[in-house]
């Protein structure tokens, strides 16, 4: 998970920055790296590893000045490199950024701007930015201007910190949708970006967080917020308390409010280091996977409990389809019980947020015995789900505090997407353009997510409407099906409202006849191959009185005319819309049960790691 830090103020902003970038160290990185300005020039110093080869090369190598930024990088363009490590400078010598999130027209910008000249010295989409930033203000405007133009420019869910010696007093940051948080520490005669609180919280407890598509200009005595079209915002001054837990809330009410709001960053950083752009292919190192052993895997067990057990049948439908491999879902704790069929070509997959599932971890055991590959999604670094499989995906979703798992879910989809795809092209059967296509794909996610998120408001109103329903019928076809479950599972967790999560093909097999004025039905139903299908199990809903909440792709007149109440997505590539259509069915759990006044992140009788069988 990338971090951020920036300081603008009369002292020397290495040390800051350092001490700013290691408590942001939790996040995960592969490379890191500070910028300053000293004497009207940048001086950079960048490595890839661990902070702490950061630290050696400035002992080594000292630089001072004021101000500056840093950064600490999972890599998602070019390899973990010094050359791929940020801060990026631009060919003149006198910019530079900072960037976290993925510019999605990367590859057309930088078509534009090596045609004019420019050069590029990286792999990174990052230094498209500072490319186009230094032409414009080649083009006679400021560096505010320069950055605004360029924030319009750039397509995706991206936050960027920019640095110019030409303006020696300031510092440029926007957000734009939702690829994580900026936050503008306020001090006396000095301010600080970051992009979360602890990385400043020892010098400031005041702080802005900027909303999407907004942009800073921090200088010493003053920060002024605007949108990008230029609309001066009056932000609101937050008051941190030094409490570590309240700090780690930040702006949000709940941790699980905050974690469903972390999902952008989480999925950016999910695809950091594991996918090339550039050529197409996935990167799963710690799986440990050859060819030969790919091409000998003749069946998958994906086993897990609750959560990621339904996340683990939306990896059916995606290894099946692309990777053409047979793949079963046993949940955790029926596994060893079933006597499953396994030999040495068979994989157990195990999916589990904390990575110590006393289910998971039995099951994992009984594949192994039965002389199975092991293999584990895992998001809890060092787990045992981790240490004890023969290879692994970590989901790089970050600490998930809340009991009813969010980004954890979102992950794994994700995940097991880039699987798919890795089995498909070492067995050999996927053509280049097929791979290329689906990898492409991957490049929308993070801001398909951040438009979902942007609908939040939407989302709380119907969850007004709902609070006090006692029952919910969540119906899905085909992809979306578990997410009808997933759905179901997060209202009954936090809400104590009785729902079920039903394949909506089977609903007159029996559900249908529970439907009345009193029994919503919530309808998952994007345009995807099953959208046909799900619009015949609406108008079945609707004919027996039902009142029908839809997730529907933007602009779907005929559900909107249909449905009492829509919760919209955006387009998104059917094998990657379980990613976004599970989000509005998060948010409007969690607002129903944050208006019923209910505990969200510690739920009755639920635990956030199951040790126990």
């Not at 590859?107 to 490319?131: M, P, R």
């Not at 869910?157 to 306020?186: F, H, Q, W, Y």
């Not at 710690?286 to 091409?295: F, G, Q, R, S």
Request: aromatic share 4%; with cysteine.
């Amino acid at each position: 998970m990338c971090g951020i830090v920036g300081y603008v103020g009369p002292r020397d902003a290495t040390p800051i920055i350092l001490n700013g970038l290691k408590r942001l160290e939790y996040r995960g990185y592969d490379s890191a790296g500070v910028a300053v300005l000293n004497g009207g020039r940048i001086e950079v110093r960048r490595d890839a590893g661990k902070l702490s080869q950061l630290v050696d090369l400035i002992s080594k190598s000292p630089i001072e000045g004021a101000p500056g930024i840093g950064h600490t990088r999972w890599a998602t363009h070019g390899a973990p490199s010094a050359r791929n490590a940020h801060p990026h400078v631009g060919n003149s010598g006198r910019m530079v950024v900072v960037h976290n999130g993925i510019v999605e027209n990367f590859l057309e910008l930088k078509d534009e701007l090596s045609a004019e000249g420019v050069t590029f010295n990286s792999d990174t989409d990052t230094e498209t930015i500072v490319h186009l930033a230094e032409h414009h203000q080649a083009a006679g405007v400021n560096l505010e201007e320069a950055a605004r133009r360029t924030f319009n420019q750039i397509e995706g869910a991206n936050v960027v910190v920019l640095l110019s010696a030409a303006e020696p007093d300031k510092i440029v940051t926007a957000r734009i949708g939702n690829a994580g948080g900026v936050v503008i520490g306020l001090g006396e005669g000095e301010n600080f970006i970051a992009s979360d609180i602890p990385a400043i919280l020892e010098h400031t407890r005041k702080v802005i967080f900027l909303e999407s598509r907004q942009m800073a200009i921090v200088t010493c005595n003053n920060v002024r917020i605007e949108t990008l079209d230029g609309k001066v915002v009056r932000p609101e001054v937050h008051t941190i308390a030094w409490d570590a837990v309240a700090a780690e809330k930040g702006e949000f009410r709940h941790f699980m409010q905050k974690e469903i709001h972390e999902q952008v960053r989480a999925l950016t950083d999910t695809l950091a280091g594991r996918v090339d752009f550039n050529t197409g292919r996935i990167r799963l190192p710690e799986l440990n996977l050859t060819p030969e052993l790919a091409k000998r895997i003749q069946r998958i067990y994906i086993t897990a409990c609750g959560t990621a057990a339904y996340a683990g049948m939306v990896g059916k439908y995606l290894i099946e389809k692309i990777a053409r491999i047979p793949v079963e879902v046993v949940i955790g704790s029926e596994f060893r019980y079933s006597d499953p069929i396994i030999d040495s070509n068979t994989v157990v997959l195990a999916i589990s947020q904390s990575g110590e599932t006393a289910d998971t971890l039995a099951a994992m055991e009984e594949g192994r015995s039965k002389g199975a590959m092991v293999w584990s999604i895992v998001n809890a670094i060092g787990s045992q789900a981790m240490r004890v499989a023969d290879g692994y995906i970590s989901m790089q979703s970050g600490p998930e505090i809340g009991v009813a798992s969010t980004k954890a879910f979102t992950a794994p989809l994700v995940d097991q997407y880039m699987l798919a795809i890795l089995l498909a092209d070492l067995r050999g059967v996927i053509d280049d353009p097929t791979r290329r296509a689906l990898v492409a794909d991957l490049r929308l996610v993070p801001d398909l997510a951040g438009r979902v998120l942007e609908r939040d408001a939407e989302v709380e109103k119907v969850a007004h409407v709902l609070k006090d329903i006692r029952d919910c019928l969540y119906l899905g076809r085909g992809i979306n099906m578990p997410i009808a479950y997933e759905g179901a599972l997060k209202l009954k967790e936090i809400s104590y409202i009785h729902a079920e999560g039903y394949p909506a093909g089977e609903m007159k097999h029996g559900p249908i006849a529970l439907i009345d004025e009193v029994m919503p039905v919530l309808c998952i139903a994007p345009k995807d191959p099953w959208h046909e299908k799900m619009i015949s199990q609406i108008q079945q809903a609707k004919a027996r009185g039902g009142t029908v909440i839809a997730v529907a792709t933007e602009g779907d007149a005929l559900i909107k005319e249909m449905a009492d109440h829509v919760l919209w997505v955006p387009e998104a590539p059917w094998m990657l819309s379980p990613v976004i259509t599970v989000i509005p069915l998060q948010l409007l759990a969690y607002h129903i049960a944050a208006i019923r006044g209910l505990d969200v992140d510690q739920p009755r009788n639920l635990a956030k790691s199951v040790t126990v069988e």
